[in-house]
């Protein structure tokens, strides 16, 4: 199946659709287009060319590109983004009217103005059909209210992360994916909420970039507190460098009531017991003996 990939928005998520006659000449990368969508006519930008892909990889029913935009075309969606501040400015005036508990986040007004959505957040349910009910007599068009995550509102207001660089889900992640504490424990970072967590308040997106590296990286390494088998002798495990693949070992010496520490590489390294964490993080006689 031939499809050409368009993006609405920047950072937005790229959908599919059918090029119909049109020649790859006419859909470059970065041409505007206008296509069918749900909401009716939309502008958007081709982030994709046109390409044959698996009929099963696409969601169907997969909708046309109308037409190539226009300049009318651009200078209307220009129009649209202005008529956007404005509305989210009157919103926002009504929902301190109507005395709301919730955020208004972001306003997007379809291609053709028939339709606007305002995007915001609450800590519950909001009841805003009176809202509703007046921003309609206000734009004179159909209204959406439309309550979303945390995640989300970071990806539409942008900011700067610990990192110092702008928010990745406001540059180039089209969407979100699912991140866990596990790959924060994987990569041995501190599970510190605010040194893992990002301006939205969820773990960093990008916990997940290297995940399957270190998944692969600890395959054979030894874990704090097992008993391992170094040239110098048998010992337990004090730290390990997931990425320089090395393990610090305290080595029981003959004659000599402290160990000596040194650091090998896993392949020097023979495991002979695994020996599960306690809940301090590691697998000591003292701590084994006061739980």
Do not use: W
């Not at 040239?231 to 730290?239: I, M």
């Amino acid at each position: 199946m031939i499809i050409v990939g368009v993006r609405f928005k920047d950072a937005g998520k790229v959908y599919y659709f059918d090029p119909h006659d049109f020649t790859e000449e006419e859909l470059t990368l970065g041409s505007p287009v206008i296509v069918e969508t749900g909401r009716g006519a939309e502008y958007g930008i081709v982030a994709l060319e046109k390409r044959d892909v698996s009929a099963r990889d696409i969601t169907q029913p997969i909708r046309k590109v109308l037409r190539l935009a226009t300049e009318q075309d651009t200078e209307q969606e220009e129009s649209n983004r202005q008529r956007e501040e404005d509305a989210r400015a009157t919103c926002a005036k009504k929902i301190k009217e109507h005395g709301l508990d919730m955020h208004l986040v972001n306003v997007e007004l379809t291609f053709d103005l028939s339709k606007i959505v305002f995007f915001f957040t609450a800590d519950g349910r909001v009841d805003f059909r009176e809202l509703v009910k007046d921003l309609a007599s206000t734009f004179r068009m159909r209204i959406e209210l439309r309550q979303i995550g945390v995640r989300d509102e970071a990806k539409m207001l942008n900011g700067i992360g610990i990192c110092g660089r702008t928010l990745c889900c406001a540059t180039f992640l089209d969407e979100f994916q699912p991140v866990s504490i596990k790959s924060a424990k994987d990569q041995g970072l501190s599970l510190n909420p605010t040194k893992i967590s990002g301006v939205c308040g969820k773990l960093m997106c990008c916990l997940k970039y290297e995940e399957e590296t270190y998944a692969e990286l600890m395959k054979g390494m030894p874990g704090i507190g097992d008993l391992v088998r170094t040239p110098a002798g048998d010992g337990d495990v004090l730290n390990i460098n997931i990425l320089r693949q090395t393990a610090k070992v305290a080595v029981r010496v003959k004659n000599s009531e402290e160990p000596a520490s040194n650091i090998y590489h896993i392949s020097d390294i023979k495991i002979l017991e695994h020996r599960p964490q306690c809940e301090r993080g590691c697998s000591c006689t003292k701590c084994k003996g006061e739980k």
